[in-house]
DNA sequence: CGCCACTTTGAATTAGCTCAAATTCCGTGG
DNA sequence: CCACGGAATTTGAGCTAATTCAAAGTGGCG
């Protein structure tokens, strides 16, 4: 179990380069960074905090809105949706976590998580106390550097997700949200080119603000276009020939008059 | 120049309680502390750090997409819009802020900011070096606190409008802004009954995700239903009779098979 | 006073939603 | 191993909320 992510060497050694892609090489690169820094960050939680770790499957909280705060998690493998439920009952996904992510902060403004926080399959959670490690980051610096840095990705990353609702049409909304997806298993050093969706249509849909027959219609006309392809069996599994092709598709659907996808 | 936001005090001394609503007078009280919490923690940060003020005019930038981290900002007074660019070219205003707020977060991850900062109108700006703030909180761990809670707010306050934009219909939208705005409004101690927008049409419906057409029918048909109305002169100026009535409004709307508004 | 930017309102269009039905997948129990 | 049932998905058809396009109204400011 999750030798997969526990081994993110093993994993790009086992994935041969695509067929004459020097981008996809480029990224093998700088993912290879990416994923360098999130270990170096494990690594420096790990020893500097001894956090405990907690091994959660598809459907556990690891905090739920209305708990008290007092600790913060940081998800060394599976992946995890953040759920908001606002005053009025509106439920809404309104983050997805990966590997090296940090987890909690919403608490730390009110005393009380905001949010729950769902694992959407088997994964491990490393767990410690803030006032702990608020104590660690006396005596080491670049702890606090990481906490900072990572609640600042995480300011970033929600303005993105605010645009991409905000201008993008649902086509391009669900191939930046598949970009999206595989740049984060990239970052953690998995596999991008067939990336298994842990989310229904409808939970799609919610994350981006429409319907799950759109998330549907999308993901057919993204696969006419050859930008994805489904795997032989079950529709939860997808490849990604070209990460990048689906950047682009989503310039095309911005250009005026664009055809776009039939 | 600034009075009324220098002297919150001064500003609710003006304002008689409105006819009969003993919500407000709750209201008043809770704004209160919210407002002490503020100038508590702008006393603090002027005292350990004795930070640089500016004062800036409407359309000024507090900072600017790539240009290097380095310092953080407090909003001592005035209106600030952050807007983000994508790498394919979108815009969009993805926050608000108001006095107490800070600014910069988003450019601690990666050396450079990655939004523009514009001053909505005349306010002043304390800055200071990310630096030295962390040698203060060595000393001072109020500081330390206050920073965190200012970006968990924050992370909070984008997850709120994600949900907003994927959930809620044009009209509640733009009723939500309107009491999200006179709620930041009463944080600060000022006034909520009359607000000033400074953003055009064409802005709200950029942030709120729709084009400026629907904005202003939205706002339309929340004044035929009485839940705000426009001072005699000039569309910008809004009476909100009751702030409740806005928040009552946009359940209403999720009501299944409700009517709403004509 | 007149220009210009902003706003309002109307009419036609459309992207995305709702409703509905057929299909596929997957776990479960025989 | 296979049959069955429920959940997820796909696809179609009509509808609606919001957009686009257009035109007229309003206010601020030199």
């Known amino acids: 179990m999750l030798d997969y992510a526990l081994s993110p060497a093993a994993a790009s050694r086992t994935r041969p380069f695509p067929i004459g892609a020097w981008a996809q090489h480029a990224d093998a690169v ?3 960074c990416a994923s360098r820094e999130i270990v170096d960050t494990l690594a420096l939680l790990r020893d500097t905090l001894a956090p405990q770790r907690r091994v959660v499957h598809a459907g556990d909280a690891i905090y739920q809105a209305g708990e008290r705060f007092g600790r913060l998690f940081i998800l060394n493998s599976g992946f995890v949706k953040i759920v908001g439920t606002s005053a009025d009952g509106r439920e809404q996904v309104v983050g997805l976590k990966f590997r090296g992510d940090w987890l909690g902060f919403d608490g730390m403004a009110n005393g009380e998580y905001s949010c729950d926080s769902i694992a959407m399959d088997t994964g491990e959670i490393w767990t410690f106390r803030y006032d ?3 104590v660690a980051c006396a005596r080491r610096p670049e702890l606090l550097t990481a906490l900072h840095a990572a609640m600042s990705r995480e300011i970033g990353r929600d303005r993105d997700s605010l645009m991409s ?10 191939a930046e949200f598949l970009r999206h997806w595989a740049e984060s298993l990239a970052r953690c050093g998995l596999r991008t080119d067939q990336i298994t969706l842990r989310m229904t249509r409808a939970e799609i849909g919610n994350y981006l603000g429409m319907t799950l027959e759109t998330v549907s219609r999308a993901l057919s006309r993204l696969a006419r276009a050859k ?3 489904f795997a032989e069996k079950g529709r939860r599994e997808i490849c990604i020939p070209e990460v990048d092709a689906l950047a682009a598709f989503v310039q ?3 250009a005026p008059a664009s055809p776009a996808l039939q």
């Open 227 to 229: 930008l994805i392809h």
């Open 252 to 254: 095309t659907s911005l």
């Open 165 to 174: 609702v905000c201008t993008l049409p649902a086509d391009a909304r669900v």
């Open 30 to 32: 700088s993912n290879h």
């Open 132 to 134: 702990a490690l608020l």
